[in-house]
C-alpha cells in the first residue's frame, strides 16, 4: 500500500503557537508510519513557514531556524509543497494536509481556504465552522436558534470604548457582578478575565480588546466545567464526558491553570446526576452538527452547582491535543487509541474529498 503524505501544520501567527507546538508532537508520534509520510510544515509567530527536520527540532525549538521555506501551493492541479533552500526549489507532492492550529489563521477558517484552494483534502472542520466556531459572537447566535441554553452575554466592540461609561452601564442594567469577559475570537482562555466591579470590567474589556476587537461580556455560571469530544461527520458520535478542575487558586480554568499549573486536572468518568450524561452527549453532537462540523470538535459545559442544569460554554474545532489534553483522552476512554484517531481523522479527510 503507498504511503499519503500528510502534511502536517503547526505553530501559527496566534497567542496559542507554543500549544500548537506541544499538540503537534504527539500528533506525528501517534502516525501510523506504515501507511503515512509526515510533512512537518512549522509555522512561526511572524509567519514564516518552514520544513522541520525532526520531531526532536520541534520539541527543542530549533525548527524554526530551519534552512529551508516550505509553501502550500494554491494551485490545484499542483497539489503540493513548493521547498526552498538556498535559491533551489523542489516539491512535495501533499494528500493530506492535517493542522494541529490553534486559534487565528489556523482553526478560523483561514488555512481551510487555502486548503480549498489548492485541492488538498484536510482534517477537521470546513471554512464555514471554522470561521463560526471561532467567532464567539456568531457560536451564540447558532446555538440560541436550537434552543440549548447558554450564559447571558452582552456584546461589546472596541470602537465603543471612546464612550466606556455607556459600555458599563450597558451592561451593568443586562447583568450582575462577577461577569466573564472574552474576545469573541480566542482560544485556551487567552485574553479572558473576570471582573468583579466596575473598575475591573474597564480593565478586562481592554485585556479582551487586544485580543479581538469584538468582546463578549457574559454571566458568571457557577458549576462544573464539563467537556465532551464529538467525532465524525453528518452521524458523528460523542466520547464520554469529562470534568476540569482547575488549580485551587484559579478563579477559572485559564490559560495558566490548563498549562501551567500542575495542580489543575481532568476527570475522564466522573459522576453526574441521571440523565446529565447522555444530555450533554446529545447536546455536543447537536451543536457540532448545527454549525456543519466535520471531522472533529471538543464541546464545553457548564453543569450548574444548584439546578444541575446545563449550560453551552464553547465548542472548539481543533482541540489541544497536548499528553494532557481532554479530547483525546476521552476517546482513549472509549478505547479509541491516539494512532487510532489520528489515523481516522486522516481518513474521514480523504473521505470527504472524494464524496
Known sequence: MKKKNVAVFFGGQSSEHDISCISVQTVIANMDTERYHVIPIGITKEGKWLLADSPESIADGSWERSAVRAVLSPDAERKEIILEKDGRYSSQPVDVAFPVLHGYYGEDGTIQGLFELAGIPYVGCGVLASAVAMDKFFTKIIVDSIGIRQAKW??????????????????????????????????????????????????????????????????????????????????????????????????????????????????????????????????????????????????????????????????????????????????????????????????????????
Not at 448545527?290 to 450548574?304: E, K, M, N, S, W
Open 154 to 355: 452582552v456584546p461589546v466592540r472596541t470602537s465603543q470604548f471612546s464612550d466606556m461609561d455607556a459600555v458599563c452601564d450597558r451592561v451593568e442594567r443586562e447583568l450582575s457582578y462577577p461577569v466573564f469577559v472574552k474576545p469573541s475570537n480566542a482560544g485556551s482562555s487567552v485574553g479572558v478575565s473576570r471582573a468583579d466591579d466596575r473598575e475591573g470590567l474597564v480593565k478586562s474589556l481592554h485585556l479582551a480588546g487586544r485580543h479581538d476587537r469584538k468582546i463578549l461580556v457574559e454571566e458568571m455560571i457557577v458549576g462544573r466545567e464539563i467537556e465532551c469530544a464529538v467525532l465524525g461527520a453528518d452521524q458523528a458520535e460523542a466520547s464520554g464526558v469529562g470534568e476540569i478542575h482547575a488549580a485551587g487558586d484559579a478563579q477559572f480554568y485559564d490559560f495558566d491553570a490548563k498549562y501551567k499549573n500542575p495542580e489543575s486536572s481532568t476527570v475522564i468518568d466522573p459522576e453526574f446526576p441521571d440523565g446529565v450524561r447522555e444530555q450533554v452527549r446529545r447536546y455536543a453532537v447537536d451543536i457540532f452538527r448545527a454549525i456543519d462540523g466535520y471531522g472533529l470538535a471538543r464541546v464545553d459545559f457548564f453543569l450548574t452547582k444548584e439546578t444541575n442544569e446545563i449550560v453551552f460554554n464553547e465548542i472548539n474545532t481543533i482541540p489541544g491535543f497536548t499528553s494532557i489534553s481532554m479530547y483525546p483522552a476521552l476517546w482513549e476512554a472509549q478505547g479509541v487509541s491516539k494512532k487510532e484517531l489520528v489515523s481516522r481523522l486522516i481518513e474521514m479527510a480523504a473521505e470527504r474529498h472524494s464524496a
